[in-house]
């Protein structure tokens, strides 16, 4: 498994804009599909994107779609994700996750926090 943490949360007025991180450890993280979900209170934990192991695969939820970019720099053993544009409804607990071959999501980050204000 791969130890996650995630940073770069924090208060952003409607907007504004924020970059998260997740500092992977262990050399398998080139290794690792990666994504970022994001849990409201009182909800579910839903997807926001993911990224292939090479960078050159993405997918996005449509909730973030055009505001969001994932990106990775294997060499940093990082994930990012760039959230532009957004919204009270962004407000939520963001997650990192990665995906070892053959497992979805097999390891998680503890979370950090993303509060808009309107």
């Known amino acids: 498994q791969v130890q996650l943490i995630e940073s770069g949360g924090g208060l952003v007025q409607a907007g504004g804009s924020l970059r998260l991180s997740c500092a992977a450890s262990?050399?398998?993280?080139?290794?690792?599909?990666m994504g970022w979900f994001r849990q409201a209170p009182g909800k579910g934990r839903e997807f926001v994107a993911s990224?292939?192991?090479?960078?050159?695969?993405?997918i996005y939820a449509d909730s973030g779609k055009g505001r969001f970019t994932i990106s990775r720099d294997n060499a940093k053993n990082t994930v990012y994700l760039q959230m532009n544009s957004l919204k009270p409804e962004d407000t939520a607990l963001y997650y990192c996750?990665?995906?070892?071959?053959?497992?979805?999501?097999?390891?998680w980050g503890q979370g950090t926090q993303v509060t808009v204000s309107s």
């Open positions: 996750a990665a995906s070892k071959p053959g497992s979805r999501w097999s390891d």
């Open positions: 262990g050399r398998t993280f080139s290794n690792y599909a």
């Open positions: 990224i292939s192991w090479s960078g050159g695969s993405t």
